[in-house]
T-cell receptor, first 114, second 113 residues
Framework: DADVTQTPRNRITKTGKRIMLECSQTKGHDRMYWYRQDPGLGLRLIYYSFDVKDINKGEISDGYSVSRQAQAKFSLSLESAIPNQTALYFC?????????????FGPGTRLTVL | DQQVKQNSPSLSVQEGRISILNCDYTNSMFDYFLWYKKYPAEGPTFLISISSIKDKNEDGRFTVFLNKSAKHLSLHIVPSQPGDSAVYFCAASPGGSNYKLTFGKGTLLTVNP
């Protein structure tokens, strides 16, 4: 089983709709992250959480919100989707110990906003 | 301001030859550096990392070199294989308890048979 699972894998929606992307992990790590990838722009951090009661904005949090429902689950919401939120979205988890800065990514969700 | 730069959007090499992917950074607080590989329709996969206390780290065909004075790191793949064709992202972290990564824009490597 994959360490990080994302659902859905693909989603097409319309402008103004509310969308939730879900992420779950089986590793028991405290740290979870949401990124988006756009062509030519690399990976940009949207939100991150270091434990269930900790939520932090990343560099591009406007238009997004998150919820850390449990240690293993971290959801990303688009309250009112707009076309420029069309992108690949990745969830990542942070490990501990000697590789504490290393993050491991889920398979991604391709979101299209029409 | 882009703190991690991968100035080559793409690189093409012949199978069996060396691939060298470069990355520059501007933030002197970065303490830990990573390379990720990404295939289409998959998430980025951790490849190799290096701490700022080292100047080289090797793992099989992959070696990362760090030149702190030049704020430059490179990933060497020897020998290159067609299965290495992917987008490679360089990432950096300030270390400590920050646990946030800053990514470059990526370099598309194509290894031709």
């Amino acid at each position: 089983d994959a360490d990080v699972t994302q659902t859905p894998r693909n989603r097409i929606t319309k402008t103004g709709k509310r969308i939730m992307l879900e992420c779950s992990q089986t590793k028991g790590h405290d740290r979870m992250y949401w990124y988006r990838q756009d062509p030519g722009l690399g990976l940009r951090l949207i939100y991150y959480s270091f434990d269930v009661k900790d939520i932090n904005k990343g560099e591009i949090s406007d238009g997004y919100s998150v919820s850390r429902q449990a240690q293993a689950k971290f959801s990303l919401s688009l309250e009112s989707a707009i076309p420029n939120q069309t992108a690949l979205y990745f969830c990542a988890i942070g490990t501990s110990g000697s590789l504490a800065d290393t993050q491991y990514f889920g398979p991604g969700t391709r979101l299209t906003v029409l | 301001d882009q703190q991690v730069k991968q100035n080559s959007p793409s690189l093409s090499v012949q199978e069996g030859r060396i691939s060298i992917l470069n990355c520059d950074y501007t933030n002197s607080m970065f303490d830990y550096f990573l390379w990720y590989k990404k295939y289409p329709a998959e998430g980025p996969t951790f490849l190799i990392s290096i701490s700022s206390i080292k100047d080289k780290n090797e793992d099989g065909r992959f070696t990362v070199f760090l030149n702190k004075s030049a704020k430059h790191l490179s990933l060497h793949i020897v020998p290159s294989q067609p299965g290495d064709s992917a987008v490679y992202f360089c990432a950096a972290s300030p270390g400590g308890s920050n646990y946030k990564l800053t990514f470059g824009k990526g370099t598309l490597l194509t290894v031709n048979p």
